[in-house]
């Protein structure tokens, strides 16, 4: 293992923190990427009139590399975040990306970049592939050329002195997404519309916006960039990937840990706003936030506490049974762990 950057680990947050190296590959009028490879991390020359400027061709990933418990470095299911990216370039007209040029991106920074991640226990280096449209386009249109750019960043664990749960605002005021746009990918329009409500949300002293579904607002859609979970008795119900969900790894994860090795009745359906205020737990996931639960829920001016407002049993297993095997502290019987 190369020795660690000389950095402060206990006092790293989330923020950009310039690395070594980055991965940057281009794919022009001919549709095949370039080989492509590492460049010093730094600023990048860019068109005025390039598409991801003017236009918002534009989508991201985000995902994690550790510092095992065995003394390595790994990835957590890589292969679903290249599923995702390939999937959202496909629906804003940019050329896909296939797996296996997916995962070598992402080997080869973390390589490079082995020193700035943080050490066992101490958080992750945050990974970070974009696909831009890069060539001039004056006319709204899909882009002629495409830059694909893998940069990092090591981050500290998101809560430090332990878990806080979540203050949020049901709103009426703004949705996420809508019905049969592009809320189901990681389209960079989807999160500067969140700018003004998350911003509103702070201002009023709540910690993050719950989105209600554009088609019907009785019913849940997410938490800003984490999906949701509601426990009720042995039942645990996430809102269904259909529409404007964003098929979230840590998700998918959460589902099979529930199911398998906690024996809840797992369900993806249809989430009351309604069911939530009465819940035995009400939690969140993702990759930045991992899982954490939700404290209290405000819903036209009415603050509802979720049963004792702590994190709840189901929680605190479900997150420590994922992150032992993201870790490696647990053996991983999915095959989910991707050494580097
Ligand atoms: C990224 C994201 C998630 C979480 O996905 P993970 O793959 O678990 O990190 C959930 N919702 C939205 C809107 C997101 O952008």
Known sequence: MKKKQNIDWDNLGFGVYPTRSMWKSTNSINGEWDKGGLIPYGNIEISPAAGVLNYGQGIFEGMKAYHSSKDRLVLFRPEMNAKRISTSCKRLCMPEISKDYFINA??????DNADFVPPYNKGGLYIRPVV?????TLGVAPASEYTFLVYTAPVGPYF????????????ESYHRAAPKGI???????NYSASL???????????????????????LVEEVGSANIFM??????????LAGSILPGVTRNSIL?????QLGLDVTEGDLLLEDLFTADEVFCTGTAVVLTPVGHITYRKKTHMI???NMGEAATELRKKLVHIQLEKKEDSYGWIYPV
């Not at 831009?132 to 001039?136: D, E, I, Q, V």
């Not at 430090?160 to 709103?171: M, Q």
């Not at 099979?256 to 398998?260: I, N, P, V």
Request: hydrophobic letters at 35%.
């Open 132 to 136: 831009w449209g890069t060539a001039p």
């Open 160 to 171: 430090r002195g332990g878990i806080k749960p979540l203050n949020l605002i049901a709103s």
């Open 231 to 240: 426990r009720k008795g042995n039942q645990l119900v996430t809102p269904r």
């Open 183 to 189: 809320g189901h990918v990681k389209a960079i329009g």
């Open 256 to 260: 099979k840990l529930a199911q398998d």
């Open 106 to 111: 992402i080997l080869e920074v973390v390589r």
């Open 307 to 309: 049963k004792d407002g």
């Open 196 to 218: 003004e409500p998350v911003r509103k949300a702070k201002e009023d002293g709540f910690d993050e916006v719950l989105y209600l579904k554009a088609e019907d607002e009785r």
